[in-house]
């Protein structure tokens, strides 16, 4: 009985840990400052914009290599990481330059990624299936609608980190299937918009 019962706490600890990770293990001092500064942004937004969840942001850190988890799911009322996940950048965003160097735009057909805020909007089914539109909140961003830019998922993103560089987009987030089904439980429950945070 006592073997059962210290197999069975190990099991729920093992299962509890599975949403939840801590920032010292995943991200290194700098991305980590990185993510505050930018939840502190966020926490500032959405308590005098009341139309936006303040319980749950996504953060995306541009300055972390493509093959390694970069886009948080950010519970904002604990200060705790939920999940993570790998996202591609726009191709137009790639600089061939040594030291991961990225560029930005909002301009139309450039093909890159926009820096600045979002509000995850409802979903519909697009040529990569389901997909959620996104609305820039900022000068960097303001062309998503009109460019398209929308968080969906792709078949060539993996599920895990990778020693190498991953597919790119045509400028939207783009994620593996997985990781965009557990997004959507999360948009979808929320009875207000979820804001997107993509920074450098």
């Known amino acids: ?48 914009n009341h139309k936006y969840n303040n319980k749950i942001a996504f953060l995306v850190d541009m300055k972390i290599k493509s093959g390694r988890n970069r886009f948080f799911v950010y519970d904002l009322q604990n200060n705790q990481i939920l999940d993570q996940g790998l996202v591609a950048h726009g191709k137009g965003s790639e600089t061939g330059i040594k030291g991961d160097i990225l560029q930005f735009s909002n301009a139309p057909e450039s093909n890159c990624t926009s820096l600045g805020r979002y509000s995850v909007e409802k979903p519909y089914k697009g040529v990569f299936g389901k997909a959620f539109r996104l609305a820039g909140l900022d000068e960097t ?58 920074y450098y």
């Open 1 to 48: 009985m006592r073997v059962f019962l210290l197999a069975l706490l190990f099991s729920l600890s093992s299962f509890t840990s599975l949403s939840m990770w801590d920032e010292d293990e995943i991200l290194d001092e700098v991305e980590f400052a990185r993510l505050n500064e930018h939840v502190n942004e966020i926490k500032a937004f959405t308590a005098s």
């Open 141 to 198: 961003n303001n062309n998503a609608m009109k460019r398209a830019i929308v968080l969906h998922s792709y078949k060539e993103v993996p599920s895990d980190e990778k020693e190498y560089y991953i597919i790119n987009s045509h400028g939207c987030p783009m994620v593996n299937q997985e990781f965009l089904t557990r997004l959507s439980k999360y948009i979808e429950s929320s009875n207000s918009k979820i804001l997107l945070s993509v």
